[in-house]
């Protein structure tokens, strides 16, 4: 795909009162049910069409019918739009439009907005018939202007009446026009995208869509003096643009799974959602269990019976499948669990994001019990890690991780478009007679790895168990058994880590400080360190996606640093807190790992806001360290 | 089974199986154990019908019952307390074609296990499960179990069970899902073999109940039932488990029924206090199985795959 005209014409602005920027991040929040996410997903996918770096987060209400006009209920989403690729939602927004004053408080709360926000805020509800709405209006507008907000109201809802009656459906493609006027995007890939997305309604209704996306833009061309140019840079891709839990739902289907056993819990379940509409399609089926439990026993009987299935779950329901997850590393069954983090312990936080469960699947299961655990850091690897573990748990007969977490789960960014392999899919089943001279365990001296038989293999009968037992798979509580077993299955791990490269650092092999990272804060953390590195700050960074067996190498790129810290969404101590001091100090879960790894001083930086790290967040702590730069 | 034809006519089969084909070695059970002759009766089933070996798998939870799969020389799956149901089902979502046997204990099934029981009963998947009644924990050493009989002295209830026990048949016949439902017991072999085959046969979740002798902790539950057969109510009629007559003529009490008559096998089953049934309560083939649903699509080659694969990402396509 060349790069359009157009966008030829958009790289410099001819007039002066267009603001050239290398990024913008806009809002829009309203009450739920008033369309946002659905704008806003577009804004999203025509700035990815025309070349330009997009990440697209919804904000999403704590209820599922919150009344109108509540701070609680603000529901709508959040677009970041760069001139290079973008990784993550940033820090506070620079343009927000909202439909009612009421949805900015929770906003500001969160801290998305700064001093300087342009807020464009629907000002029917100054002339409201209840009085009640009247002061509450006038009184947010002061509040916002004392915050630093620059406010302009506008009339929106009686400018989108005079093209439609339906307000209530029509006003976001309205304000999809606004936005896309003000932000310099490309009308024609603007209606491209409407079409797409109404497209499998009636032509009348992406007509009548078109009209409202007009309108917006005329209104914005007449009434807001607002004008960003964000150049995008040429297409030489294909482009697919989805969330973290589509991508994995994709992947899961790339991979050649046949069965996903599940039990509905947030932020995992709308990855089943996913699936449970197109999975039939490639021959699959989505197993709702009566518990996480049954999700994974149901998904280990197929796994035994060849089909190597995957199980999707979240904290409460990984808790539920420790005992299960413990009998397959014992009696060595590929199988691929999915675990989309949100915070914790106990239900915690349910749709917030959290990296919380890396030591609990490391070892959350009583005695040794050693598996694959890879996390994803990106939505592209979301789609690309299942198929990788599908392998892995057949090459090397063990369950396999994957961490990914709720903000890979919502946030929407365009992917370069996978090229299915037919080497990805699961080879078929093989059901050729089984030498009976070969155990079901013939743990191979060196590497533990031992082919497994399948039902309907003749000769390759075996009684798998969950005790300790022989290479026969006969129960054995004798010494040597216990421990020979042990060792076979610890030796995969090292056979495995033996075939992992040491991970590249980014920035310089050396200088004050490493930080390190896992999941999803990839983007947040090289977009802090890249803003700090241009300060003159001698920081590099490093991102471990192989946690069990831990990547190599490790200890060697420490060493070459003066200082390593973590950056994780996860529960540290404070360095300073009351009672803690450095000697009884609990730190953040990748520090633990790393420290015990590589006998580094290993420091962290981690909070459980919730929230996706921030970029400016992260600069700044680099920055306190190192004594230098702005925070 | 073999033999020569009408037309004298005699085939050859590839493979033939005796019993030694289904012994997985000695049975480590205590002597006098009922799973002892559940296990030969499996066995026997299997090589009356000449079922392939390798095509059979059995899965069990915990407990001295769960013991079973590894005295069986088929597929075996040996799991975790609670929950071989959800392992069973499993395995049939995706190899459909595969024999499967489940052998659970009463506190297996009726208590760790019993959420995944119930649904069980609801996915209606076809194969055997065999509920290995003993009134006991066996393998724990003789804890109150969900059916154990009130009073019954154990380790956790020393001055006898608090309460009394769940009726897994009521139980089961309270649900509308379930497709078949029996009892038998341990001590009449022949009884236990017809029961058990006629649950293989069933399409659908065969559910026997086998009340099971456990010399070593509840060596009394059952004494009076074996004791006095006119305690029992043979169930009789055209879908019965068929009796030789002189089997059949021990039961003094016998009652005919129409195991499709779920009003009568409810009533039958609630008064097991006066008389214990045995036989099937309730059959039904006509409810709905669900690997009918999670095999659908099981054929398609890879080249559907990949092109179904191509086509879905192109919905995401900018
Ligand atoms: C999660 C878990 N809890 C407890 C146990 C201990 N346990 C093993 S078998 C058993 C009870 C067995 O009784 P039952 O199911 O009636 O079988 P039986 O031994 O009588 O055949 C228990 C409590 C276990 N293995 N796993």
């Known amino acids: ?631 | 089974m073999f033999g020569l034809k009408d037309d004298w006519s005699y085939d050859m089969p590839e493979r033939y199986f005796t019993l030694e084909d289904y012994e997985g070695g000695v049975a480590r059970w205590c002597p006098g154990c009922g799973d002892l002759a559940v296990l030969t009766a499996v066995q026997k089933i299997l090589r009356d019908a000449q079922q392939v070996p390798e095509n059979t798998v059995c899965v069990s939870g915990i407990g001295c019952s769960s013991r079973f799969p590894h005295y069986m020389k088929t597929y075996g799956f040996h799991g975790l307390h609670g929950r071989p149901l959800p392992v069973a089902c499993g395995v049939k979502s995706r190899r459909p074609e595969l024999d499967v046997w489940v052998a659970t204990g009463d506190g297996d099934c009726c208590s760790i296990g019993a959420g995944h029981w119930l649904h069980a009963i609801r996915y209606n998947m076809d194969m055997v499960v065999m509920l290995f009644d003993n009134n006991v924990y066996g393998l724990t050493k003789k804890q109150t179990s969900p059916t154990s009989p009130l009073g019954l002295k154990t380790n956790t209830h020393p001055q006898g069970a608090w309460l009394p026990p769940l009726d897994p048949l009521v139980a089961m016949l309270g649900f509308t899902n379930s497709s078949f439902v029996a009892q038998t017991v341990d001590w009449n072999p022949a009884h236990l073999q017809a029961t058990l085959h006629a649950a293989w046969q069933h399409k659908g979740l065969g559910f026997v109940r086998i009340l099971q002798r456990c010399p070593t902790y509840t060596d009394s539950v059952f004494e009076e039932l074996q004791k006095d057969p006119s305690r029992l109510l043979l169930l009789t009629g055209a879908k019965q488990p068929a009796l030789a007559a002189g089997v059949a003529r021990i039961f003094v009490n016998q009652r005919d029924h129409d195991s499709l008559d779920l009003g009568a096998a409810r009533s039958i089953a609630s008064s097991a206090h006066e008389r214990v049934p045995i036989g099937v309560l309730f059959q039904d083939e006509s409810r709905p199985r669900y690997e009918d649903f999670t095999t659908v699509g099981l054929g398609m080659t890879p080249e559907q795959k990949l092109a179904a694969l191509e086509r879905e990402l192109d919905r995401f396509a900018v």
């Open chain 1, 1 to 631: 795909m060349g790069k359009s005209d157009k966008a030829q014409a958009l790289a410099e602005p001819k007039d002066p009162t267009i603001t050239r920027v290398e990024e913008h991040t806009i809002e829009i929040v309203s009450d739920s049910g008033e369309g946002a996410q659905k704008a806003g997903q577009a804004y999203g996918a025509i700035s990815a069409r025309m070349g330009n770096g997009v990440w697209t987060v919804e904000i999403i209400p704590a209820e599922i019918k919150p009344p109108a006009r509540s701070r609680a209920g603000a529901s709508g989403i959040r677009v970041r739009v760069g001139s290079k690729p973008v990784t993550n939602m940033g820090d506070e927004a620079d343009l927000v439009v909202a439909l009612n004053e009421q949805v900015l408080y929770g906003r500001i709360a969160q801290k998305a907005y700064r001093k300087g926000t342009v807020v464009l805020l629907e000002n029917r509800w100054a002339d409201d018939p209840q009085e009640a709405i009247r002061v509450a209006y006038a009184e947010g507008l002061r509040h916002f202007r004392e915050q630093g907000l620059v406010v302009h109201e506008l009339a929106l809802e009686s400018a989108c009446r005079k093209v439609t009656q339906d307000v209530a459906v029509g006003k976001n493609m309205f304000v999809l026009g606004m936005l896309c006027r003000i932000c310099g995007r490309d009308p024609q890939k603007a209606r491209e995208e409407i079409a797409a997305v109404f497209g499998k309604k009636s032509k009348d209704v992406v007509a009548k869509n078109h009209g409202l996306f007009d309108a917006g833009w005329r209104f914005a061309e007449e009434q807001i003096p607002l004008r960003f140019l964000i150049p995008p840079a040429p297409v030489t891709s294909r482009l697919c643009v989805m969330n973290g839990n589509q991508a994995l739902g994709l992947g899961i289907m790339a991979a050649g799974m046949e069965m996903v056993a599940m039990y509905p819990i947030t932020p995992a379940t709308s990855a089943s959602h996913y699936l449970a509409g197109v999975f039939g399609k490639v021959g699959g089926c989505v197993h709702q269990a009566e518990d996480e439990i049954a999700a994974i026993g149901f998904a280990i009987g197929a796994s035994y019976a060849g089909k190597t299935a995957c199980t999707i779950t979240s904290g409460p329901g990984l808790a539920l499948k420790t005992e299960f997850l413990g009998l397959a590393v014992m009696a060595e069954i590929p199988l691929v669990v999915v675990v989309v983090q949100r915070g914790g312990p106990s239900t915690g936080l349910p749709t917030k994001v959290e990296q919380g469960d890396l030591l609990a699947v490391l070892y959350g299961q009583p005695g040794d019990a050693p598996k694959i655990v890879i996390a994803a850091a990106t939505i592209e690897e979301c789609f690309h890690l299942p198929i990788a573990a599908r392998r892995l748990a057949e090459a090397f007969r063990t369950p396999v991780i994957v961490l990914t977490d709720a903000n890979l789960a919502t946030g929407v960014a365009p992917v370069p478009r996978p090229e299915p392999q037919p080497d990805w899919l699961a080879p078929p089943l093989d059901l050729a007679a089984w030498d009976p001279a070969v155990p079901p365990y013939d743990w191979d001296e060196r590497s533990g790895i031992s082919p497994r038989p399948i039902p309907g293999q003749r000769g390759g009968e075996y009684v798998l168990t969950g005790l300790a037992h022989t290479k026969q798979s006969k129960v054995a509580y004798d010494p040597d058994s216990n421990q020979n077993g042990c060792a076979a299955r610890s030796k995969k791990l090292a056979a495995f880590r033996g075939t992992l490269v040491p991970p590249t650092v980014e920035g310089d092999p050396d200088g004050d400080l490493l930080v390190v990272g896992w999941g999803s804060s990839l983007g947040a953390i090289r977009e802090a360190v890249d803003r700090a590195r241009g300060e003159g700050l001698r920081v590099s960074s490093l991102h471990v996606r192989f946690l069990s067996p831990l990547e190599p190498g490790l200890a060697a790129i420490f060493a070459r640093f003066r200082q390593v810290m973590t950056v994780e969404i996860n529960y540290s101590d404070e360095p300073d807190a009351p009672g803690v001091g450095p000697e009884y100090r609990r730190r953040a879960q990748l520090a633990t790992l790393l420290r015990g790894e590589t006998l580094v001083d290993v420091d962290c930086w981690s909070n459980v806001h919730g929230q996706p790290l921030r970029p400016g967040h992260i600069h700044a702590e680099i920055a306190r360290r190192l004594g230098g730069g702005k925070h």
